[in-house]
């Protein structure tokens, strides 16, 4: 999902940068003239020799960004098994999941071990889901990760061909339509939690909760070409590389929202 933070930086939005952004974004200043001998050290044969990049000036690039999201994913798997075995912390996990998100969201700077943290109870709380409904429903959680990957490919490839974009009107219906269907969740997470005799899945039981569900799948779809143009931005205005925690974060809270949602929708059709 499109990290808040991501999308008013100005060099991950799609605007134009101007030298004083450039300078706060990359905290240095936005000309500097190096005097040949003095300001760069010189080898022996007497030519320049650049100065050592430093971690703060290595760009964004599509492959730190990969490394990092397969890296936070490869956490997100390992402690899934924690989740599968145990299922009674998918709950807990799941409200530390939510908090570290939230604040991982709305800071202004990239922070590894919060993302990290998030990948830790993410991974616990789909690894307990994942184990309870397949015990439910055999092959269920194969048919999710195959329809997720499925929806990710697809969504790669037509933002690659350049036939899907977002623009500011689609943007603005996507943020009311996720603003609605949040509170929608947590009215049903309410009902579902504290009213007795309501179904398991609450207002989304039946033919209302697929079609809510496929609604939720298409904002995912969308919520993924805003990360893959932010992501885009990043690698060529050459932002700094800890922007790619910052991407690698919302490519896996967009998946793993529509992991779950595909993991519901197919429950639900099973069931009935």
Do not use: C, H
Not at 85 to 100: H, R, S
């Amino acid at each position: 999902m499109s990290n808040p933070a991501l999308s008013n930086n100005p060099a991950l939005n799609g605007k134009t940068l101007t030298a004083d952004e450039l300078r706060r974004i990359y905290e240095q200043p936005a000309a500097q003239t190096q005097r040949p001998g003095v300001d760069t050290p010189a080898t022996e044969s007497g030519f320049e020799q650049p100065p050592a990049a430093t971690p703060s000036d290595r760009p964004m690039t599509y492959e730190n960004t990969i490394s990092k999201t397969a890296m936070l994913f490869i956490i997100v798997l390992a402690t899934a098994a924690v989740g599968w075995f145990m299922p009674a912390l998918a709950l807990p996990a799941a409200i530390i999941g939510l908090v570290l998100g939230l604040v991982n969201a709305f800071k202004k700077e990239p922070s590894v071990p919060l993302i990290v943290l998030y990948a830790v109870f993410q991974g616990v709380f789909l690894g307990g889901i994942s184990g309870i409904f397949e015990a439910q429903w055999p092959g269920i959680v194969s048919q999710a990760v195959i329809g997720t990957l499925s929806v990710f490919g697809v969504t790669l490839l037509l933002f690659r061909s350049g036939k899907v974009r977002t623009s500011p009107r689609l943007n603005k219906i996507f943020l009311v339509a996720i603003v609605g269907y949040a509170a929608f969740s947590l009215i049903n997470f309410v009902l579902v939690m504290f009213v007795p005799g309501i179904d398991g899945w609450g207002l989304r039981s039946g033919w209302i909760g697929v079609a809510i569900g496929v609604l939720a799948v298409l904002l995912a779809a969308y919520s993924l070409v805003m990360d893959f143009e932010l992501i885009q931005n990043g690698v060529q205005n050459r932002v700094p590389e800890k922007w790619a925690w910052s991407a690698a974060f919302g490519l896996m809270v967009t998946l793993i929202w529509l992991y779950v949602e595909i993991l519901r929708i197919l429950a639900i059709l099973r069931g009935d």
